[in-house]
């Protein structure tokens, strides 16, 4: 037998036949992504719990099989099951599925890499909790632990999700199991409640990182707030947006808005609600010159469309909110719309003045991602550039992968002024248009330090050269904005053999760790270890 | 020659004979704490720079010597300048005490080691800086930058200091120099307004540690509020504090409340003001029944003295959130008092009734350590068991190791909730009052989900026998607490040495990356490295 063979015998032997699969038609789907990939996987295994993931992680050390774990593997845009190195086993976590803890008064959850946004949703509600948990863009089927590791951004107060997680069980490369923070004394009555424990913080090690699985995590939530206000804001072009910027980044720096500020280009609403259209299009795949303003102006959509969310303790007090909101937009915007569960009020942008108020009939108010309800709408977004005639499956088997999407995220992190935000925009834009496709942008201002600008290059797989192309863009935009001093704070699995680790000390010690953690370097090898660059 | 001798060769040659001390009379004084150490210090380094730094660790990495870094060295109650192992090697990091970049619009400073808090005041003084820092409770004459390491507690809304900190330039054990966060890409623009960079987040393996050297940190101000208002508010006795406690966790949970809600019992507050009433002991040197309820009556001192504060953006915001803070704490307390710069209103705490409004003199009101100016009223409350004849130095020279006053803190971290919270007090005080000191205490509200429970065991180190007392009250304080499931968040040098680490893969994880990085264990043997538990 080789030493694969016999890792698949050590790893029937532990899990059961079923849950070791190398048939070849289950792996060509797995081995596909939103984008191009030429990775092979071996095979697919799936544990059941965490004892499991200890015994597999020692059957790969054992016979030197990489292993690449998956949660629900939606990681869509940067890689979805692909590992980052061909001939790797998946390890797919999606079995190990159980909310294992929970506390109302303190507010947490605690879960296993497989429970799923719609499944800590439903759990909530079964339970008549009053805590909502920070929604995803993507699928409500993609795994709350995983994007808290990945880094990922979410809806409401919490979105910086990695700054509200704390107690990792992990699973090292050796199978060893640790806990992080206090975790690690049994007794503590600390464990989920606090983030730093006692002596060095371990936690950041583990997240983009290929150091160890973790198999447990505990996830912070938030009351729903007692009243709540979404503010909605237009910008008409460019020429404004760095003024705008400065003054939101203000209103985050004040701490008056606690939940993250979007916004969002035209591109982006556009793709939420329509396909790419197609017919209209000149040379080039690209939009005829005035067919964009045409459906902007027909579907009420701005250059740059902005939101917020006011969390309150009473109305009194998201009535002062918005009057300081609107004095920190008033000449910066062209309209602004505020509403609450009954109410709507409609400010003119320029003088800040109240325009109409009146009652609003939006009875799914509370129906939202920013009362912590799973939704939908943005995975529109994946299919822009596709056939009308391809329609997504619904609900959980919604499936990108399988459709042919074209997807490559570019996720930069920029700091929080007018001029930096500004010129990042304009690095996308002239790109992604210079390679025929549409930027498709938006702003998540998290903190009042630094804004997320995540581009998407959308396209079309099934249409010949494209996934070329689109690669060749992506690879164009990271360095063009790494040139202009703008970094990407999140990889895709081809960016991530790329791009440089910067400084030679770093990588060295990155090196160091992964030594002594994992020698035999059967861990998901090449994510977020920068190989390309390690000494000798 | 003896290794020792030939690294202090070599130091010299380095540093300067000047910046190499190994007079007997100048390292009496370092290995003196606020508590009984044995430890013998070797001699006292100072490089200027960071590079001199790089080369005192190779040096003592080439010799064997044991280096212990301090920044200040005011690590008062944790053991001061003493190294945690005999026959160490003291590194004063004092003169790396420059401010190296400040960036008013992200509100950001880069500084070193050496530098103050009283320091970094008057730099953002002297530039008109609109930016506050958080401002500690020890002397201004102590390290920004340590304290964020040590994980210690500020005020205003930056008060966990930890999250408000990235960019670590870090000299590793071996000498070599990395950058954590962004750091690692010299051209980055978001290097100093990020904490978690791409790939593993490192900051965290250098606080409470001694896995490497801290030569830089970027730490975040937060712009001076638009308005503000304090609120103090009082509690008679300790019946009431679960459901006070509860209702506070909920304003923080809530967000209503960003900045730290403090509690102080009234041995706190009365040591802020007199010393120890000597005279009106009874036996076993503690205060007769009623001596304490006179003095405190006397000075409108209450079991529990509470204050929070109100960050606003206008004063009309600010009257909203006294309303709801009014609202929460209604039933719970004896009285609140709220106060700006103009006016005071004093609640009837049991009906939550306005009482008085009226214009208040407080002139001072923005010379507050909550508009970020330093002060050091609170540390009066080192000197309580001293006799009134030992009088502290002001300033740069308050000096509490030579004047023989004893302080070992014991810093927990527990839930917020009622319960636990007033668990931790009972036990608090039933310890400490069982060995005849006094339960000095304060309850730090920094998140909404735990509070940092400080008791200070607070002695005359004059008075024969009572540096072994108050250890051994120590001792068994964090043991009562650790039984009842409280553990420190903090420890002192002799701690450091005597708790359990834990599970024993953490312990294996920390020899692991501890002898990945310095292989010699020169750095800081010890320290939160919990040594007494390592395998083999």
């Known amino acids: 037998m080789t030493d694969f063979e016999s890792a698949l015998h050590a790893w029937r032997m532990v899990l059961g036949v079923s849950n070791v699969i190398n048939a070849e038609a289950g792996l060509q789907e797995i081995e596909r992504a939103t984008f191009s990939t030429e990775q092979h996987v071996l095979a697919v295994i799936r544990p059941a719990d965490t004892r499991e993931v200890q015994e597999c992680l020692r059957i790969a050390a054992k016979y030197g099989v990489p292993l690449y774990p998956v949660s629900t593997g939606k990681n869509w845009g940067y890689g979805s099951r692909v590992p980052v190195e061909t001939d790797s086993v998946v390890l797919d976590l999606g079995r190990l599925n159980r909310i294992v803890d929970f506390d109302e008064e303190l507010a947490y959850v605690t879960v296993e890499p497989g429970v799923t946004f719609q499944q800590l949703y439903e759990y909530l509600q079964a339970r008549g909790s009053n805590l909502m948990m920070s929604v995803t863009g993507s699928t409500p089927y993609s795994s709350v632990l995983a994007n808290v590791l990945e880094r990922g951004l979410g809806h409401g107060s919490y979105g910086n999700r990695v700054e509200y997680a704390c107690h990792f069980e992990v699973v090292l490369p050796g199978g060893e199991l640790i806990n992080t923070g206090f975790g690690r004394y049994r007794d503590a009555r600390t464990k989920n409640v606090s983030r730093w424990g006692l002596g060095p913080a371990l936690d950041g090690l583990f997240s983009q990182s290929n150091l160890g699985i973790v198999t447990r995590m505990t996830v912070w939530l938030r009351p729903a707030p007692k009243y709540m206000q979404v503010c909605k804001f237009l910008l008409g072009d460019d020429t404004g947006l760095p003024d705008l ?77 918005q009057e300081l909101v609107v004095e920190a937009m008033q000449g910066l915007v062209e309209v602004m719309l505020f509403q609450d569960e009954t109410t709507s009020w409609i400010y003119e942008g320029r003088t800040g003045r109240l325009v109409i108020e009146k009652p609003s009939a939006s009875r799914g108010f509370k129906k939202s991602p920013l009362y912590g309800v799973p939704f939908e709408e943005d995975l529109a977004t994946l299919y822009w550039r596709k056939q009308e005639s391809v329609k997504p499956e619904q609900g959980p088997d919604f499936n990108p992968d399988k459709d042919g999407c074209g997807l490559i995220w570019c996720h930069e992190q920029v700091p929080f002024t007018g001029k930096d935000v500004a010129e990042a925009v304009r690095i996308i834009d002239e790109t992604i248009r210079g390679w025929n496709f549409e930027p498709v942008t938006s702003l998540r201002c998290m903190s009042g330090r630094s804004v997320n600008v995540l581009a998407a290059i959308i396209f079309d797989r099934a249409v010949a050269g494209e996934d070329r192309q689109a690669r060749k863009c992506h690879t164009e935009l990271v360095q063009k904005l790494v040139e202009a001093g703008y970094f990407p704070s999140r990889l895709d699995i081809t960016t991530m053999k790329q791009l440089s680790a910067g400084d030679k000390n770093y990588v060295k010690l990155i090196k160091t760790l992964k030594t002594a953690l994992d020698p035999q370097m059967t861990l998901a090898p090449g994510r977020y270890d920068f190989q390309q660059d390690w000494p000798e």
Chains 1, 2 share one sequence.
């Open 245 to 321: 910027m400065q003054a939101l980044q203000k209103l985050k720096l004040e701490e008056l808005v606690n939940s993250p500020i979007s916004l969002f280009n035209d591109y982006k609403l556009l793709a939420m609600q329509q396909r790419f259209p197609g017919e209209e299009v000149g040379e080039n795949y690209s939009l005829l010159p005035g067919v964009l303003d045409k459906i902007k102006q027909s579907k009420s959509i701005a250059r740059w469309n902005g939101m917020l969310t006011l969390y309150a303790s009473s109305k009194k007090h998201g009535l002062v909110l």
